[in-house]
């Protein structure tokens, strides 16, 4: 019986230092890129989303720049406001244009400290949010990963 409950053990203690690891914040590195594109971008699609027409100048301006973003997509970031920016990802490889509908706009009213708003690297899906999404209550830190043109949130620490 010993061996069986000493293995029951391992298996618990095992799990549990698996899943400590669940409570750090995400990290770039976690979500790396390695396939970085370096030619020149496509041009911007605008027939490829509903909302791209309406932003063409900010579009074409910024995605003319190249990628920012998980390898070869551009975000491109504009305000709507006091303290408001909405932003559409760009893929300089086919010029599609995304407008992430779980995401179509951030705030930072409520922020403190110079980290505000988006937040994201060209070798990483990963994209980081301080402060809030579409003006919500909640207020902190937001982490989402652009896989398969969604972004996805993955974890929420909020301020108290």
Known sequence: MRPLVYLIVVVIAAAVSSSAGTDKSPRYQDFSVTNIFKGKPTTVDLSSHAQARRYRTQLRKQAAEGPNFAGHYKNAIWGCGS??????????????????????YVT????????????FRIDSRLLILHGSPQEK??????YYVWQTNTLSLIRSELKK
């Not at 408001?84 to 992430?100: H, L, M």
């Not at 209550?137 to 937001?142: A, D, I, K």
Request: with cysteine; net charge negative; hydrophobic share 35%.
């Open 83 to 104: 303290s408001c920016a909405a932003f559409a990802i760009i893929d300089s490889q086919s010029g599609r244009v995304y407008f992430p509908p779980e995401l179509p």
């Open 108 to 119: 930072y009213t409520h922020w403190a400290g110079d980290d505000y708003g988006l937040q």
């Open 137 to 142: 209550p909640e207020v902190g830190t937001f």
